[in-house]
């Protein structure tokens, strides 16, 4: 790997973090959505019982 | 579905690939028939106990012979149909460019060029899509759909079949219904996001105003109004779009359900095995991708069709300056000779110039002078055949020029424009942009001519110093003095100079003009300017008012009178005196 | 379904009461299901576009507040491109690529716990495929950054050569390069259409069929582990027949999964590019102090001020003057010769590094903004309309101006007349910067925006814009009406036009050269009795020809 690549990269994971930054306010929200989606998801897997 | 046969002549063109592709694409779907089959067929043995060692062996290697020749097929097919629509898009994007580079100014005056690229970028993907993911599309939701109620039916139950597709066309119709709905949702909020483009847009040009009267929190708010604004719209599209999904999903439940239930029926009645209701329900799963194939075919086909008939809208223009037939294909030379009797642009109501009479010796110089808009450009523009008088005629040796070829009138003119023009490349490749193969030394002379050598070896790179936004900001007067430099590399007889000494000063001004009459010997020149310096050595000043000639003489013959020349003249000595800070020399 | 197969089929048992309850509860789990994961897409989304406005808001806030010399060096588009555009590319990440991913992981850890609750051992096999498919995705990743990048690099520059040569064509036509330009573009073309196959290729290697296999892999091998133990012994067919299905499901999520890795790549690099913008730090100069002094007189001094914009040359060299309050100075010169930088200065665009100014004794960089922005009336030579009306272009977005004051403001500088005649009077709606209005009438509404504010101090840059005459003289007797009563520095274009100036500062190269009233200046004889003479003469030439604006022949 070449270390522009690498650097690349880098720059890459904390642009990523600083994005799940902005996301952090909401995380009442996401909680909810996360919830329901694991309850949703989990009725449909249930299915095969 | 227009579309496919406007697209013929490429198919056929490139059938073999297309054929190829097909083939591969229909048998990637039916190999990937066979393994729901085959668990099938274990899953009954199981059942019955039969199932030995060996056979099993041989079930799981055939499944992962399918396995490898799937992974080819499907690798081939993409390969063929994808790269068959790429190569079309290229090919589309070559004749557009092709056509562009024939078309005449004319043209250019009434189209936009952020219009021109849209056809060159966004319709060419549209067509590019419809001509792969179209094909796609179409292939499999046929091939596939069929293929799997076939074997649905015939190879395991048909009753059960028809009972199990009952939902579907309630699918087809959800998700129609939705695709309208949300194309007009879709349509408000992009709508509401060019508002908030435009909310930016303004924004930033007023920056100066906004600051000054202290509006920076106004526009905030404003500012968070729309994106709220945005938020809403994206929001109800959200809704419609999260529909998708859940139906897609509790359609096909539905089906389950009645295959499982009918089919449970079936097995007690024994006529139909455990085994064949389990492979039965795998072919249901993969019924799901057909179906919406279908209603994404429809989608793709459509906008295709759109994209395409612009595209052919503008392939059919014709430019309209041609070589006419038996033109000569010589480079003219001699005395220039104009005897218009009007030039209207098209459109125009009124004409651009009218009664345009002079000529001018082989190496003589004319000077036309004028105040803007009154058809300097235009009486210059028409020597160059950008666009055609057709009332009236323009001679170089005392034949037409409609009469030569086009490309062998240019070879003869060089031509500084008024906006100035110059390409991202290096600034030796601008100077040399119509003579790639001069060296640097026949350049350098250019540039020196030109007097913008100094100001290029001062640059970091030189000569290689590229110009633009990539590289180095050049100021309006260098970038005048090396479109002139281009033009005097060509060492053409005609050179043409429309304002094109605008933004140097006047010494820089002086000393172009002398090395041109130093070096250009026996060779015609053309001065279109403001400023009256510009022309004052001319053979011949012609003074242009509203499209008309209204003056005419050298220098000195103008200045004895008072007019129009002699006035401006001696104000812009007074200005250039002022420029200097009010010190005489 | 499992227990339907299982313990119903198998057996052939069918009592009906069970049966009912089995298929009751599967349609009901269906429907709470779907109903339940529809909210929670919509959820997801909300929270996407929420985070988005909150970093859309931040941007723009934090453009707001930058110095003009960023928008000097900045091209606006693309700061409008970063606003917008990349934004929205990091929505795409939110919306589509978080929710996917967040969404295809909760159901994959769902089909898994299914599996083990199914059979553990047989789970755990399938469980060894997750690191291969982690390696599938790292690989494609690996290889479509590389790709795509090219691909993108490619198109932009096909776009760019095209647009050029667009804008460029009849320099290419009238120098005969047609061929060359087509063959140039040729080659660009096949390069991108080459890298566009590079991408086919690689999707139709990595891509769906890769997964395929995998799954292939996944089914030969619980088919192997049910084979085996149905030689041994008997098994659970629906138990087979749920794995068989949980694989099937497993791979859908996997392969949407794949699709948007690609949008996350696009979606980094426009991060990257608005946390460059947020992260710019050529702030707008900032108040200096806790006090907040008031202009109440509107005494301007400069003290030895020199400016320089980019820190080599000085537009600005050694400015020192003095405007009493109800004063009228004018700065006039030729162009370049630092009118505009004094302005600049005053109204605190930019920062005063060497020198002083002050306002009523009180240092410029002590006051608030607000106190600067509402005591300091700017009319500025390009009068920027907003859209909106023409009432809200007056009052701009200060609530504390009611209608009266408005009409009041247009009265005052006679704007009114023109608006009477509007259909729809002050609230005529104006378009994008006011095309509908002549340049007269919105320099006149720039003056009746300003005078809303009751400045202390008036600062003119005068239009040189050519309006019909009528409107001309309209425009001269508002902005004598403006100056009465005002401190104003008036940058002054038509040298007649400030005649009764108290003092008039001849600026060049920025420095003042002369300074002093009309008549001193004219008896001078020096650069600005030139001046005047020659503007003297230029409007006997002007007034011969009116008529200049035929169209322009391009």
Known sequence: MTTAFKEEKITSQRVFRRLLGYAVPHKKGLAYAFIMLILGTGATCSDRF | ?585 | MKIFIDDYLAPRRFDPLPLTALAVSFVLLYVVSVVLRYYSTILFQKVALKIVQQMRIDVFGKVQHLALRFFDRTPGGSLVSRITNDTEAIKDLFVNVLSTFLQSIVFMVGIFIGMFVLDVKIAAFCFLITPLIIAQMAVYRHFSAKVYRTTRQKLSQLNAKLNECLQGMNIIQAMRQEKRLRREFGTINQEHYLAERGAIRLNSLLLRQAVYSVYLLALIIVLAIFGVRSIGGVIEIGTLYAFVNYLDRFFEPINSMMVQLTRFQQAIVSAERVFGLLDEDDMAPQKIGHDHPEIREGLIEFHDVSFSYDGKTDVLKHISFVARPGETVALVGHTGSGKSSIVNLLMRFYPVERGRITIDGVPLERFDDKELRKKIGLVLQDPFLFVGDIKSNIRLNNEEISDEEVRRAAEFVQADAFIQKLPKQYDEPIGERGATLSSGERQLLSFARTMALQPKILVLDEATASVDTETEEAIQQALKKMRKGRTTIAIAHRLSTIRDADQILVLHKGEIVERGTHEELIAKKGLYHKMYTLQQGESDALREGEEESAPAGR
Not at chain 2, 10 to 34: A, P, T
Not at chain 2, 49 to 64: E, I, N, Y
Not at chain 2, 142 to 155: E, N, P, S, W, Y
Request: net charge neutral; aromatic share 10%.
């Open chain 2, 1 to 585: 579905m227009r579309l496919f046969l406007d697209l013929w002549w490429y198919f056929k063109q490139e059938k073999w690939k297309y054929l190829l592709g097909i083939i591969f694409l229909i048998s990637s779907s039916f190999l990937s028939m066979i393994p729901p089959y085959v668990v099938g067929l274990v899953v009954d043995e199981m059942r019955s106990g039969t199932l030995t060692g060996a056979v099993l062996a041989k079930w799981l290697l055939f499944l992962a012979a399918v396995g490898a020749v799937y992974y080819g097929t499907g690798y081939a097919w993409r390969q063929m149909i994808f790269g068959s629509a790429v190569r079309l898009s290229k090919l589309l994007r070559n004749k557009l460019f092709h056509l562009f580079t024939r078309l005449s100014p004319n043209f250019y005056h009434h189209r936009r060029i952020g219009d021109l690229m849209a056809h060159a970028t966004n319709d060419i993907r549209a067509v590019e899509d419809a001509a792969g993911d179209g094909i796609l599309t179409l292939v499999d939701s046929f091939t596939m759909g069929a293929m799997v109620i076939g074997a649905m039916a015939g190879l395991l139950n048909w009753k059960l079949t028809i009972i199990a597709l009952i939902p579907m066309p309630f699918m087809a119709w959800a998700t129609s219904k939705y695709g309208s709905m949300l194309h007009e949702r879709f349509h408000l909020a992009q709508q509401a996001f060019s508002d908030l483009n435009d909310k930016v847009q303004e924004n930033v040009s007023g920056m100066r105003v906004i600051k000054a009267f202290g509006q920076e929190e106004a526009e905030k708010r404003m500012f968070a109004a729309l994106s709220e604004d945005v938020v809403k719209k994206n929001i109800a599209v959200a809704k419609i779009d999260a529909l998708f999904d859940p139906t897609i999903t509790f359609i096909v439940a539905i089906s389950y359900f009645l295959s499982l239930t009918f089919g449970a029926v079936f097995v007690v009645h024994g006529t139909m095995t455990i085994g064949q209701l389990t492979s039965f329900t795998l072919y249901l799963g993969q019924l799901v991708w057909p179906m919406l194939a279908f209603g994404f075919l429809f989608n793709i086909v459509e906008r295709g069709r759109a994209s395409h008939d612009r595209i052919q809208t503008l392939l059919a223009e014709e430019p309209d300056i041609a070589d006419r037939e038996g033109a000569r294909d010589e480079v003219p030379s001699g005395k220039i000779t104009y005897n218009l009797n009007a030039f209207t642009y098209s459109g125009a109501a009124e004409p651009a110039l009218s009664d345009i009479r002079f000529e001018l010796e082989k190496g003589g110089t004319l000077g036309i002078v004028g105040k803007t808009g009154s058809g300097k450009t235009t009486l210059l523009k028409l020597l160059l055949r950008e666009f055609d008088a057709h009332d009236g005629a323009i001679a170089i040796g005392g034949v037409p020029i409609t009469e030569y070829k086009l490309a062998r009138l240019r070879e003869a003119i060089g031509y500084v424009p008024q906006d100035h023009f110059l390409f991202s490349a290096t600034i030796a490749e601008n100077i040399a942009f119509a003579k790639p193969g001069a060296t640097r030394a026949e350049i350098e002379e250019a540039a020196k001519l030109a007097c913008i050598h100094d100001d290029i070896l001062g640059f970091k790179d030189g000569y290689d110093t590229i110009v633009g936004e990539r590289g180095v900001t050049l100021s309006g007067g260098q970038k005048q003095r090396i479109s002139i430099a281009r033009a005097l590399l060509m060492d053409p007889e005609i050179l043409i100079l429309d304002d094109s000494l605008s933004a140097v000063d006047a010494d820089t001004e002086e000393a172009i003009l002398s090395a041109l009459k130093a070096t250009r010997r026996n060779k015609t020149t053309l001065i279109a300017a403001h400023r009256m310096s510009a022309v004052q050595h001319a053979d011949l000043i012609i003074v242009l008012e509203n499209g008309r000639i209204v003056d005419r003489g050298d220098h000195e013959t103008l200045m004895r009178g008072d007019n129009w020349y002699s006035a401006m003249y001696r104000r812009q000595q007074l200005e250039s005196l002022v420029a200097k800070g009010g010190v005489a020399e």
